[in-house]
């Protein structure tokens, strides 16, 4: 009974939280692969268009709840979800002719590219600001549970009871089914198929009849699409805060960059590993090793090797390490 309890505790504060904080990073590590491998540089202001789609889907998501529309047990914020998609692609396809093409038509060298998209960040995220304010905005209605703590203990009669919330099952599943579209679509159609290419040797592509400008722009709806998609998501499951995404920075491009920067597959990867190291490290593992060791031996601390309050440097340090002993990542940085 003891082993069982120790689990349920685990399970509800590291491996449920995980995989859904994994998949939402892995969402978000997608869309700066994609931006890397095809247009080739690092979006660092891919927080804030996470940010922008998020604050788009919230407003509309006011406005249905306003008009009493709801989807009764699921959140009302995926009804809004395609028209913060819709307004995040219209984002970055005004940002990418207004800004980023001039300097593509130019052949700026990428570092010039990373330079311009620290400048839109901050304009991104001024505007998100002035619009919705900086402060934690909830828009989460529905079902708050699929089980609660109190229904599984009368099930089982442990001590521990098991709580999984219904945004984190809407995340895994949106994350699996949002992944394997994107992987259906570059291996399976046309239009992917010429992303590929255009990726493997813009040169060779080039020759063959791929539009450049059509890649590029079928690369930003893309991207917004996942971006928005694990910003409303990470917005479902904690709440909206339009800094919090200029954090999520951090550890969304150390699960690019751990995977393999430009291996799809390395994102999804690398956002799992940064997930459950930043949730395992920030734990208290005093419940768990309490059910697990003798009662002489249970420690009397909480047993954290980290405050929930660093969680951000967990990431960061793993980067460092990856940078230093295997910069290629996991995957060895594929193209897409």
Not at 15 to 35: D, E, H, K, M, N
Not at 134 to 153: C, H, I, M, N, Y
Request: aromatic share 12%.
């Amino acid at each position: 009974m003891d082993f069982l309890n120790a689990f349920v505790s685990l399970s509800n504060y590291v491996l449920i939280p995980g995989v859904a904080y994994g998949s939402q990073l892995a969402l978000g590590a997608l869309g700066v692969t994609l931006v890397y491998g095809i247009l080739r540089f690092s979006n660092f202001a891919h927080g804030d268009t996470m940010a922008f789609g998020a604050m788009v889907t919230v407003l509309v998501t006011w406005w249905l709840q306003s008009l009493g529309v709801s989807l009764g047990p699921l959140p009302t914020a995926l009804l809004a979800l395609p028209v913060g998609i819709l307004g995040t692609i219209v984002l970055l396809l005004v940002t990418d002719r207004a800004v980023y093409q001039f300097y593509r038509e130019k052949k700026a060298k990428p570092v010039i590219l990373v330079i311009v998209s620290m400048g839109v960040m901050f304009i991104m995220n001024g505007i998100v600001r002035f619009v919705i304010g900086p402060d934690d905005q909830r828009f989460l209605d529905g079902e708050r549970f699929v089980v609660s703590a109190r229904t599984f203990k009368e099930m089982t009669g442990l001590d521990e009871g098991l709580a999984i919330k219904s945004t984190q099952v809407i995340t895994v599943i949106t994350a699996v089914v949002v992944v394997a579209l994107l992987f259906w679509f570059l291996n399976r159609t046309r239009a992917g198929k010429s992303m590929r290419a255009y990726s493997d040797n813009e040169d060779l592509a080039l020759l063959s009849g791929v539009n450049p400008e059509r890649v590029v722009m079928l690369t930003w709806i893309i991207v917004a699409a996942l971006a928005t998609t694990a910003g409303v998501l990470y917005g479902l499951d904690k709440s909206f805060k339009p800094f919090t995404y200029f954090q999520l920075l951090l550890p969304i491009f150390a699960s690019a960059i751990v995977g393999g920067l430009g291996s799809p597959l390395g994102a999804i990867a690398g956002g799992f590993v940064i997930a459950f190291s930043e949730v395992t490290i920030t734990y208290a593992w005093k419940k768990v090793l309490g059910y697990m060791m003798p009662e002489s031996l249970a420690p009397d601390g909480l047993v954290q090797l980290l405050s929930t309050d660093y969680k951000f440097a967990v990431s960061f340090v793993i980067l460092l390490i990856v940078l230093l002993f295997k910069p290629t990542g996991l995957f060895k940085g594929q193209s897409v």
